[in-house]
């Protein structure tokens, strides 16, 4: 009889805490849950600055931080906006033909689109008047324009953000030449995925390739990440009837349809995806861009929701649990070029609070059974 008893109430403490664990993820989801951790990631983010405001790092973080501005509708996060533009004097970075250095301007003319105020553009407009003027100078592997694959995140849709918003064609087209000039020198037909960059490109030229410990090529994490994301951006600007806009379209679904067999059982993406096993740990900025880019494609109709809706979930959650008990992101990966840098819970960067705050902003959107 007490083995009975014993057992039947092992069974109820299961199924508790099954229902408990059910009403905590349902909460995740909530429109004010999700609010609640952006805005809180978002300010532990702001009172621990990093890096110049016009740099990379942060030109992803503020994309992030005017998508919560977007979903919250914070006073106070258009304020630190407003404070981050005015401290850069609305300009790019001084490296005319870096993409690192344009990646900020998308918050710009986002911004600028809510005000009309010209200071908020006036700058990079300038700047891209010298672009298109100045041949770019080729050295070492840096054989084009984009010649790394996190630069499909930083430059192509401030190009196409500003050609829009001026009604300058040249602009979409200028993009459709350089990503393409990438596209064929890092797009991995194989896989579908990117190398970071031409030393990472397995040819009959490079007869000595960086491989991972179990013999696979390199795909690092962050780096397709950024490719995917910069493809959303690029898709939500584009008309529909711009005549490029199903390369765009074919390289996100091939990107998207890749991805989702490289996730894992936690939710998350490791910082090598072909050798996960080497790589233990969820790593946030990469598994935010993926989560932000999947949920997106959802949101608009281009990617099925009974394929990938269940990704997304399963990414959300893990992604929450990297949030640290200071309302921090954690386990990110620190700056580098490949997968090889150590993290762990106490690794943040900016851009990977700008990741989560992306993934956020689609999240919500999401039309869940409740």
Known sequence: MKKIIFAFVAMLLLVSMAIAGNKNEKKLFAD??????MLKALNWQLKHPKHQLYDWTNGAFYAGVFAAYETTG????WDALIEMGEANEWKPGPRLKHADDHVICQTYIDMYRLTRDKKM???????MVKFKETPFQAEGIQKITWWWCDALFMAPAA???????????????MTDKLWKECYD??????NHLYARDLSYV??????????????????????????????????????????NRDFYIQNYKEMAAR???????????RASLLDPDSYPGGEASGSGFYTYALAWGINNGILDSETYLPVVKKAWIGLNGLIQKDDRVGWCQPIGADPRKNFSNESWEVFGTGAFLLAGSEVIKLKLKQ
């Open 202 to 243: 397995w040819t009959a030229d490079n007869q000595d390739p960086k491989k991972e410990a179990n013999g696979e090529k390199i795909f690092w994490s962050r780096g397709n990440a950024w490719v995917i994301g910069g493809l959303v951006r690029i898709l939500k600007e584009l008309p529909q009837d711009y005549p």
């Open 32 to 37: 004010k849950q999700i609010k609640k951790t």
């Open 121 to 127: 553009i006036g700058p990079f407009a300038e700047t």
């Open 259 to 269: 991805i989702v067999e490289l996730q894992q059982e936690d939710g998350l993406w």
């Open 185 to 190: 020198l890092l797009w991995d037909e194989d």
């Open 159 to 173: 190009y196409v953000k500003l050609g829009v918003t001026l009604k300058e064609d040249d602009y979409l087209e």
């Open 74 to 77: 914070s006073p106070k996060v």
